[in-house]
């Protein structure tokens, strides 16, 4: 069962990230530090309320916030590019 909600959520992130990428490089300037903020929303796939206490992380790297009681992160400072999230659990209540 936690497989097909990791699955469904890491699945929903992707699509979530995307669009937010999409939107940050559209506001990037090239005289930046090329970096940018990856700002989204995890949601219950059910239900379409937030998730609290998901961590969201750009796989292979250090970047990675957490969610709040609505189901919203934000990760700032990321590399330009193209990034893989995933998300599981925190072991937090």
């Given at each position: 069962?936690?497989?097909?909600?990791?699955?469904?959520?890491?699945?929903?992130?992707?699509?979530l990230?995307?669009?937010?990428?999409?939107?940050?490089?559209?506001?990037?300037?090239?005289?930046?530090?090329?970096?940018?903020?990856?700002?989204?929303?995890?949601?219950?796939?059910?239900?379409?309320?937030?998730?609290?206490?998901?961590?969201?992380?750009?796989?292979?790297?250090?970047?990675?916030?957490?969610?709040?009681?609505?189901?919203?992160?934000?990760?700032?400072?990321?590399?330009?590019?193209?990034?893989?999230?995933?998300?599981?659990?925190?072991a937090?209540?």
């Amino acid at each position: 069962m936690r497989t097909l909600i990791d699955q469904r959520l890491r699945r929903r992130l992707l699509i979530l990230a995307s669009m937010a990428l999409g939107a940050v490089g559209v506001g990037a300037s090239r005289a930046s530090a090329q970096t940018g903020t990856i700002i989204g929303h995890v949601t219950d796939s059910r239900s379409g309320q937030g998730v609290q206490n998901v961590v969201v992380q750009i796989e292979g790297t250090r970047f990675a916030a957490g969610t709040n009681v609505d189901g919203r992160y934000r990760l700032t400072g990321i590399p330009i590019g193209s990034h893989t999230l995933t998300a599981h659990a925190s072991a937090t209540p």
